[in-house]
């Protein structure tokens, strides 16, 4: 019910778009997260953004470089990424579900497949 696209190999200083696109009920209530999962780390949050209002929060170190939004008619989220550094490397996954605590994963209750971002140096 989430389908995530637009992962590549970009080089450092580069910019892409991620895009989550939901299928079925997952919109309206929800708020859509961005998650990444660099190698031998520990998934994390990115930036997330609550369907009803458009309230987004990012994680600090993504913050003036990354940027969530919505587009409520096509239920899909994007994530602009600029000025992408090699430690922004990862499998980017997005999420969606009734969530309190925006930044808790485990709330999260759909998952997309992931997309790879390479970034080099």
């Known amino acids: 019910q989430l389908q995530a696209s637009g992962g590549g190999l970009v080089q450092a200083g580069d910019s892409l778009r991620l895009t989550c696109t939901a299928s079925?009920?997952?919109?309206?209530?929800?708020?859509m997260g961005w998650f990444r999962q660099a190698p031998g780390q520990k998934r994390e949050f990115v930036a997330a953004i609550r369907w009803s209002d458009g309230y987004t929060d990012h994680r600090d170190s993504v913050k003036g470089r990354f940027t969530i939004s919505r587009d409520n008619a096509k239920k899909t989220v994007y994530l602009q990424m600029n000025t992408l550094k090699p430690e922004d490397t990862a499998v980017y996954y997005c999420a969606a579900g009734s969530v309190r605590y925006i930044r808790v994963q485990s709330q999260y209750d759909y998952w997309g497949q992931g997309t790879l971002v390479t970034v080099s140096s």
């Open positions: 079925g009920r997952i919109f309206g209530a929800y708020v």
